[in-house]
């Protein structure tokens, strides 16, 4: 837990003459701190530290290696892939908190940082929770925003600072880049979980059979990859705020529309569902990410999370949704 002793170059980098006379840690975040600055003016801004005390993930690299970013679920986290998502959404029109200091010297603070506007509002998962009618207008232009990301295309798949960059992401496909990852999300599931590993023979057939059933594809979309409601704020003008960015790519938008159909629930359906999608992809990557769902809150659990009953819960509910998908 970092305090205003440890981030008043920050501030005063970003700031000047404005004092900092305040720090909390944001709530959530596994793989960067996010603090909220209160400075002497009564105003507050946000700072993002990208520091390995700050990331819970077990066996997280501190610093990426050259050419990591090649496989399109390496580790998304830190100052670069912030940096060229938030070019990437700006040209596209859709709204991220305004920043107003980035830093990678080392010079403020030992770790990349960013400095960012604090949204003045609530987050979108509160907002369908407390205030379903203001959330309604949002959803609408939350649909909005993600097509003018599908607008930007790609010929090739990857993290947006990898192939902007013009490399090539590691794999034949991304449906193969997908296959790989769940055989191993199921591989780690099934040690860690022995009602995954009674099922393991059937869900890596499934997997293989769903996997088979799709067709190539030339030409890739500007997703999220991680957005559910607790990643979108809402400013003053109820207008979508998009954070935690880093994992932005450019990959099958059905891959995205699963993770939406999972967090927003009925709310997909009727707002963001998109005619035209693949249901052979939708298919194979609902398992996919079912799979991840499971043994990704499990290898977080080795660290030291703190909010673990949250990650058990995450945990239970996607093996029993993975096993059901055994019954289809």
Request: hydrophobic share 45%.
């Amino acid at each position: 837990m970092l305090t205003r002793d440890d981030l008043s170059g920050v501030a005063r980098a970003a700031f000047g003459s404005r004092r900092l006379v305040g720090v909390s840690r944001l709530r959530g975040g596994s793989k960067k701190g996010a603090y909220r600055l209160f400075l002497d003016d009564e105003s507050t801004a946000v700072a993002y530290v990208w520091a390995e005390s700050e990331n819970y993930w077990p066996g997280h690299a501190a610093h990426t290696p050259a050419g990591a970013y090649r496989d399109p679920f390496s580790d998304a986290s830190g100052l670069a892939l912030f940096s060229a998502a938030r070019r990437e959404l700006d040209a596209a029109g859709v709204r991220t908190p305004r920043v107003y200091l980035t830093d990678d010297s080392g010079r403020y603070y030992p770790a990349d940082v960013a400095v960012v506007e604090d949204v003045p509002g609530e987050s979108l998962e509160y907002l369908l929770e407390k205030e379903p009618e203001k959330a309604a207008g949002v959803m609408g232009r939350l649909a909005e925003a993600l097509d003018a990301m599908y607008q930007r295309l790609c010929p090739r798949y990857g993290k947006v600072a990898f192939v902007r960059d013009g490399g090539i992401s590691a794999g034949s496909s991304c449906e193969q880049v997908v296959l790989d990852r769940a055989n191993a999300d199921l591989a780690e599931a099934a040690w860690r979980d022995a009602r995954m590993g009674r099922y393991r023979a059937q869900l890596s057939a499934l997997l293989d059979e769903l996997a088979a059933q799709v067709l190539p594809r030339a030409e890739y979309r500007l997703i999220h990859g991680e957005l559910g409601p607790d990643h979108v704020l809402v400013d003053r003008r109820t207008e979508p705020v998009l954070i935690d960015i880093e994992g932005l790519m450019f990959f099958d938008i059905e891959y995205e529309h699963v993770f939406l159909r999972l967090r927003f629930g009925p709310l997909y359906r009727q707002v963001l569902a998109r005619a035209g999608l693949d249901e052979r992809r939708m298919a194979f990557y609902t398992l996919a990410m079912r799979l991840s769902l499971v043994a990704g809150p499990l290898r977080l659990l080795d660290g030291d999370f703190p909010d673990r009953a949250f990650m058990l819960e995450i945990v239970e509910h996607n093996l029993r949704e993975t096993l059901a998908l055994l019954e289809d």
